[in-house]
Structure formats: structure tokens, C-alpha cells
């Protein structure tokens, strides 16, 4: 399994971007997509998931109500929306795919390689 992230940029606080993480293999009903962040000297954080087949969704507490997670069945890919950013959340945001839910990264097997998001105060 190959995923691909993209979407990430620099964006003004307040602002809003759109990531996308295409997978290589068709997704089954029981994969669950999550997208991760690590900031400079920081661990690795759980942000939100989905669970492909019936469309449950996760988040962090740090991130509800402001980011969105989805899927397109027919695209083979995962977004996350991203609203009211605040500089706290400059991060590389990086999606991963396993079978069941986790908020520990050690727990997920495929992943993509990053994309860079940074909001500027």
C-alpha cells in the first residue's frame, strides 16, 4: 500500500486548507485512514480518522469542530479539511492506513511521507 499526501502550504491564521492522501490499493470496508502531525521537536499526534467502510469518523480535541475528515470511494482518497487554522497547528501532517483504530502512530502500518502545513500569525 502506497500513500500519497498532498495539499499542504503556508496560510494566514484563520484560514483554511484541503489535504488529500491517495492510496495505491483499494481501500476495504474494515481500513481505517488517520492523519497525523508532528511539529518541530514534537512527537507525532493523532489528529482524526475514518473509518472507510461505514464512514465513522475521530478527532482530536485539539481539532474538532474546526477540521473535517472524508473520504471519495470512488477516488480512493482520504481529505482533511482544515478551517480556522491557528498557528499551533504548523505541522508536517502525514496520513496512514491500518485496520483497526489507534491514536498511537507506533500502531499504524502504511504511511505517507508528509505534508507540510504552516500557519503564520
Known amino acids: 500500500v502506497q500513500l500519497q499526501a498532498s495539499g499542504g502550504g503556508l496560510v494566514q491564521a484563520g484560514g483554511s486548507l484541503r489535504l488529500s492522501c491517495a492510496a495505491s490499493?483499494?481501500?476495504?470496508?474494515?481500513?481505517?485512514m488517520g492523519w497525523f502531525r508532528q511539529a518541530p521537536g514534537k512527537e507525532r499526534d493523532f489528529v482524526a480518522a475514518i473509518r472507510w467502510g461505514r464512514g465513522s469518523t475521530y478527532y482530536a480535541d485539539s481539532v474538532k469542530g474546526r477540521f473535517t475528515i472524508s473520504r471519495d470511494n470512488a477516488e480512493n482518497t482520504v481529505y482533511l479539511q482544515m478551517d480556522s487554522l491557528k498557528p499551533e497547528d504548523t505541522a508536517v501532517y502525514y496520513c496512514a492506513r491500518d485496520s483497526s483504530l489507534s491514536y498511537a502512530p507506533a500502531q499504524w502500518r502504511y504511511w505517507g511521507q508528509g505534508t507540510q502545513v504552516t500557519v503564520s500569525s
Open positions: 490499493s483499494r481501500h476495504f470496508s474494515s481500513s481505517i
